[in-house]
């Protein structure tokens, strides 16, 4: 194991948390990012004062406290150590299982990794998909307007939105891919079915004796 839990719970959990868990009045605006005056929480024991005057400082960017009256610099963790009277160690883990962080081993953190995949880009298959049609169709910037062709384009896209997986995005491509070309061939006839056309059209135009 890498890091500590000390380093972890400093790094996961807000000094505004911590100042929240120990009652302290916090300004509506703590989350702007500003550095805040506050009232220790350790005033009444420590200040000469005994805590009447905002003597803490927060400052949200870095996760740290200091106050004045104390001159003690507290992140989240040192914080809660010398609130709750225990050793840092035992802070950090208290604050974790607090705001419910569990820690991962190496097996785990394996396994989370592998088991992330990004959502398969549909625009991007989209894409792919009229790339192929048009390197493999030569007419295809004017077929693709076509009824049945347009018709069996627009199926495919509206199926994309059952692909979630890279598997699926392979699949989808694969059929689609097929469907299409189906689709062309069928709207572009072939050469020997353009020459029985035009013997067709021949015969009928008179050309019998
Ligand atoms: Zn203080």
Redesign the pocket.
């Known amino acids: 194991m890498g890091r500590s839990t000390v380093a972890v719970a400093n790094e996961q959990v807000s000094i505004v948390t911590v100042l929240q868990m120990l009652g302290i009045e916090l300004p509506d605006d703590i989350g702007s990012g500003r550095s805040r005056k506050l009232h220790?929480p350790?005033?009444d024991v420590?200040?000469s004062d005994q805590g009447a005057s905002a003597?803490?400082r927060v400052y949200p960017e870095t996760n740290s406290a200091y106050?004045f009256?104390?001159s003690?610099y507290f992140t989240p963790v040192s914080l809660a150590a010398k609130a709750m009277g225990c050793s840092m160690p035992q802070a950090a883990e208290q604050l974790l299982d607090r705001v419910g962080h569990r820690p991962l081993d190496l097996a785990g953190q394996w396994a989370q990794a592998k088991e992330y995949e990004p959502d398969p880009d549909k625009a991007l298959l989209a894409d792919a998909l009229k790339t192929y049609c048009r390197r493999k169709h030569p007419g295809w910037e004017m077929q693709q307007f076509d009824g049945s062709v347009a018709a069996v384009l627009t199926r495919c896209l509206g199926i994309l939105d059952l692909v979630k997986t890279a598997n699926d995005a392979t699949t989808w491509l694969d059929v689609c891919k097929r469907a299409m070309d189906r689709a062309l061939y069928r709207e572009q006839p072939s050469l020997s079915q353009r020459y029985d056309l035009l013997l067709k059209q021949h015969r009928t135009e008179g050309g019998a004796p």
């Open positions: 220790c350790f005033g420590y200040h003597a803490m106050c009256s104390c003690a």
